[in-house]
């Protein structure tokens, strides 16, 4: 089965800081990556995604991701963060269409970030 | 992406009742599914709606407590059967789009609904 971690539960940034958010998955077949993200009073959005190609995705909002096969990562970053990215972010896996044929996504339990203005 | 609706936002329920959840879909999607998220944890999925046939449920979730109805490509409902407290979660559906040229696999979310059980 898959399962997906997210090494921190809480992270708190100031403005202009610069952000990494660690994830990490298991499984031994082709996946499809996804970071997702719900701002306060907000219901979840798609951030980013990676399939297949540049290991280095880049998203909406100035965020980027990069695909480590070897590692089984999918770390997320921002070179400098802004108030209104304060939100909980959420790192999921699929064995993708092409793969095992599952839709099925797992989550990580998620990272609330907090940017101190 | 899809625009989703749920009803309701959110209900707050007395134990031993049920409640069924409607998302709605502006547009016709492939696939359906519905999640949970408990207070302080991550999204787990429930099932896979199937339109026209019965749902396709993960380890851990029965149709008697989650019965799940897909009667077209762009509807379906969750009902949530007599609730306990342990029931009182945050319902999520989401979708995945028809797209023309590829991208099957990616899943766009519903509001949520709001579940608390007294």
């Known amino acids: 089965a898959q399962s997906v971690s997210q090494h921190n539960h809480h992270v708190i940034l100031s403005e202009a800081a610069s952000l990494e958010l660690g994830c990490n998955y298991s499984?031994?077949?082709?996946?499809?990556l996804f970071w997702y993200v719900q701002y306060p009073g907000q219901h979840l959005q798609l951030l980013l995604k990676y399939f297949s190609g540049d290991p280095l995705v880049k998203g909406i909002k100035g965020f980027e991701a990069e695909f480590i096969k070897s590692k089984f990562s999918f770390n997320l970053r921002k070179p400098s963060v802004q108030w209104s990215d304060t939100a909980e972010y959420f790192c999921a896996v699929n064995a993708g269409y092409s793969g095992a044929g599952s839709y099925q996504l797992t989550f990580g339990k998620g990272t609330k970030l907090s940017v101190i203005p | 992406s899809a625009v989703i609706s749920q009803k309701p936002s959110r209900d707050i329920c007395q134990r031993g009742t049920s409640l069924t959840i409607q998302c709605q879909v502006d547009?016709?999607?492939?696939?359906m599914f519905w999640y949970r998220q408990q207070p302080g944890q991550s999204l787990t999925l429930i099932a896979t709606a199937n339109q026209g046939s019965e749902a396709t449920y993960e380890s851990g979730f029965v149709i008697d407590k989650f019965p799940i109805s897909r009667p077209n490509l762009t509807f379906s409902t969750l009902t949530v059967s007599n609730m306990s407290p342990e029931d009182s979660s945050i319902y999520l559906c989401?979708?995945?789009?028809?797209?023309?040229?590829?991208?099957?696999?990616?899943?766009?979310f519903g509001p949520g609904t709001r579940l608390t059980v007294l």
């Open positions: 989401s979708v995945v789009p028809y797209l023309s040229g590829g991208d099957t696999d990616t899943q766009y």
């Open positions: 547009s016709q999607v492939t696939m």
């Open positions: 499984y031994g077949g082709t996946v499809n």
